[in-house]
């Protein structure tokens, strides 16, 4: 039984232990070698190709796989409406948060690295900018990652076309995401030489820039476990509370620590839907509620991620000694958080994604990406954990909106 644990434990966090090591490693070698480590930066940059060259086509079919599949469903109508709500809105209130967190607690607070400038953000003032920033001249300049937020509206709006088109587009959506397996899969295979790449490129930047760099992921860890724990334990409160009263609370966290702990282990949305699944069924979540709200949270609706992809976003400007403020800056945060969770697709550290995400959209030097990424291994496993558990949640939030404030009341009822 004891083996058998060990074993589960392994399985589960064999990766993310080796990638951890690896960086470790890489930053004692950095430490002891000091600027002669920049002899590895080439290993660590052929990760960082790799990843670069693939995020176009990744991003392009695992959202239009997913939109597509998506418009096939029925009977969504309300659902998807209310659905779409409390998204929505519980990704604010995640986002905003953390904003609020960052401003009182800096994560890298007298922190700079000298890298090649992020390049400055205008806002969109006018109709032109706002054109320009959502749209491109030519399909050629769709292809690249430095167009990435066009490139999502034109994927979200391939799918949904591929979708309306009924029977034929079935064909499609399943060669769609037959292609997004094939492009996981590539990512897969190239996280294999991750451990070499990132721990390469580690011992060249902390052999550059000494141990400054180690103290601020420190403190960016202690600024966000404790606002996930706190997320969990008060805002799944209020929520649950609105979802269903008292009753609501006590049947939401009775039933969800074992979706909560499987969250956690797998590190994974979608590995986690089974349990999760089961969990809203314990609670009373109509079946069609269920199977509609918790398959798509597992893609787009991710609160943890929201908090996390502020952290990182903050994180970066301190590194960069960019002022981490005004409502322009907030706003785009915010949306480029709720991106990024949405392109994370439920793939164990498919975060990586989402952060490729951050560093094009505001410019930052390819260089910023490993240590974006980092931060993005750190926190995984609660972030994963609050995405995950949200999703049972927004399911009962879902059918208070849709069969009022009683149900959970009747349910209760019916079973006795």
Not at 46 to 58: D, E, G, S
Request: proline residues 5%; glycine residues 10%.
């Amino acid at each position: 039984m004891v083996n058998d644990k060990k074993k589960g434990f392994w399985q589960y966090y064999r990766f993310p232990i080796l990638l951890l090591s690896s960086i470790i490693l890489g930053c004692i070698i950095g430490l002891i070698m000091g600027e002669k480590a920049s002899i590895f930066k080439p290993f660590g940059d052929i990760f960082l190709n790799a990843m670069f060259t693939i995020v176009v086509p990744l991003v392009f079919v695992t959202i239009t796989s997913a939109v597509s599949s998506m418009a096939d469903m029925r009977r969504l109508g309300k659902i998807l409406g209310s659905m779409l709500l409390v998204f929505v809105i519980t990704g604010l209130i995640a986002s905003i948060i953390m904003i609020a967190t960052v401003n009182i607690f800096p994560p890298a607070k007298g922190v700079h690295i000298e890298m090649p400038e992020a390049e400055e953000i205008e806002p969109l003032k006018t109709s032109e900018q706002i054109v320009s920033a959502i749209t491109v001249t030519d399909f050629t300049e769709l292809i690249s990652r430095k167009n990435m937020l066009p490139l999502i509206i034109f994927s979200i709006f391939f799918g949904l076309c591929v979708g309306l088109i009924g029977e034929k587009g079935k064909k499609i959506a399943e060669g769609l995401n037959i292609l997004s397996e094939v492009f996981l899969k590539m990512v897969s295979i190239i996280m294999y030489y991750a451990p070499i790449g990132l721990g390469a490129y580690f011992a060249a930047l902390i052999g550059t820039f000494g141990p400054e760099l180690l103290g601020s992921y420190a403190r960016a860890m202690v600024v966000y476990y404790p606002i996930c724990i706190i997320y969990f334990f008060v805002a799944f409160f209020f929520y649950s509370y609105f979802a269903g009263g008292m009753n609501g609370v006590k049947t939401y966290f009775k039933n969800i620590f074992p979706v909560a702990i499987t969250s956690i282990a797998t590190q994974s949305s979608v590995a986690s839907l089974p349990v999760n699944l089961e969990a809203a069924k314990k609670i009373g979540v109509p079946k069609d509620v269920r199977d509609i709200v918790i398959p798509i949270g597992a893609t787009a609706h991710m609160d943890g991620s929201c908090l996390s992809a502020i952290l990182k976003i903050s994180f970066m400007f301190g590194i960069f000694d960019m002022p981490f403020k005004g409502i322009g800056t907030y706003a785009t945060a915010i949306i480029i958080s709720v991106l990024s969770g949405v392109v994370m697709s439920g793939v164990p550290g498919g975060g990586l994604i989402g952060e490729m995400l951050i560093v094009n959209l505001y410019g930052f030097p390819a260089e910023a990406f490993p240590i974006i990424a980092t931060i993005g291994y750190l926190v995984d496993p609660p972030a994963t954990m609050i995405n995950v558990t949200g999703d049972s949640l927004a399911s009962m939030m879902v059918t208070r909106i849709i069969e009022g404030k009683d149900w959970m009341s009747k349910k209760l009822t019916a079973n006795e």
